[in-house]
């Protein structure tokens, strides 16, 4: 079963800090490529961050490169995503998703489970 679950959205001043965690109480997902996508009102839902199964590699769009980390536990079943200097624009519902594959992927059609996804909230 591979459910992930995400937790740790909310509302948060500009320039502040919010860590979002997505976990799967079902399957493991050691073997699995995990990504953090989302998806502003009136938007399509774009990348934000990627990181390998085993955690080696990561990636990152532009727009949060230097500001957002990426990282996972496998033996917690859990992957992070530490976000700093958070601006009115990096608000947005944040998706977890799983690729059946080891490696990244930036495009939502390379993964193959969804969360239900967290809101992220920046006031100025």
């Known amino acids: 079963q591979v459910q992930p679950v995400e937790s740790g959205g909310g509302l948060v001043q500009a320039g502040g800090s919010l860590r979002l965690s997505c976990a799967n109480s079902?399957?493991?997902?050691?073997?699995?490529?995990m990504g953090w996508f989302r998806q502003a009102p009136g938007k399509e839902r774009e990348f934000v961050a990627a990181?390998?199964?085993?955690?080696?590699?990561?990636d990152y769009a532009d727009s949060v490169k230097g500001r957002f980390a990426i990282s996972r536990d496998n033996g917690r079943n859990t992957v992070y995503l530490q976000m700093n200097s958070l601006k009115p624009e990096d608000t947005a519902v944040y998706y977890c998703a799983v690729r059946a594959w080891r490696t990244t992927a930036t495009v939502p059609n390379e993964y193959h489970y969804w969360g239900q996804g967290t809101q992220v909230t920046v006031s100025l």
């Open positions: 990181i390998s199964s085993s955690g080696d590699n990561t």
């Open positions: 079902g399957r493991t997902l050691s073997n699995a490529a």
